[in-house]
């Protein structure tokens, strides 16, 4: 089982970055797929998520309406749009994914994710 993030990197406060997450070594179709990231010094957090059909998105507070999560089953990927960035975006950013299922579609809970991706860096700095 692989998942890879890429697309990190450093933009100025405002500025957009799409992250990638490939998966592999497992059926992508089968499980929902979060993103999250974790700044120095703090915990890691929940940003956003996708269910297993894309039907479904729930995003944390601070991101909603500027960040936007999807899916490409045929690529096995997923991505997060990420817009109108701040300093206080400045993490790095996990892909992980969920078999579980919920009444709800998905979950945000992050010990509730199976798979892990190594991070990539978003720095927002001017």
């Known amino acids: 089982v692989q998942l890879v993030e890429s697309g990190g990197g450093l933009v100025q406060p405002g500025g957009s970055l799409r992250l990638s997450c490939a998966a592999s070594g497992f059926t992508f179709s089968n499980y929902a797929m979060g993103w999250f990231r974790q700044a120095p010094g703090k915990e890691r957090e929940f940003v956003a998520v996708i269910s297993r059909r894309g039907g479904l998105t729930y995003y944390a507070d601070s991101v909603k309406g500027r960040f936007t999560i999807s899916r490409d089953t045929a690529k096995n990927t997923v991505y997060l749009q990420m817009n109108s960035l701040k300093p206080e975006d400045t993490a790095v950013y996990y892909c992980?994914?969920?078999?579980?299922?919920?009444?709800?579609?998905?979950?945000?809970?992050?010990?509730?994710?199976?798979?892990w991706g190594q991070g990539t860096q978003v720095t927002v700095s001017s």
């Open positions: 992980a994914a969920d078999q579980r299922y919920y009444s709800g579609g998905y979950s945000s809970v992050l010990d509730d994710y199976d798979y």
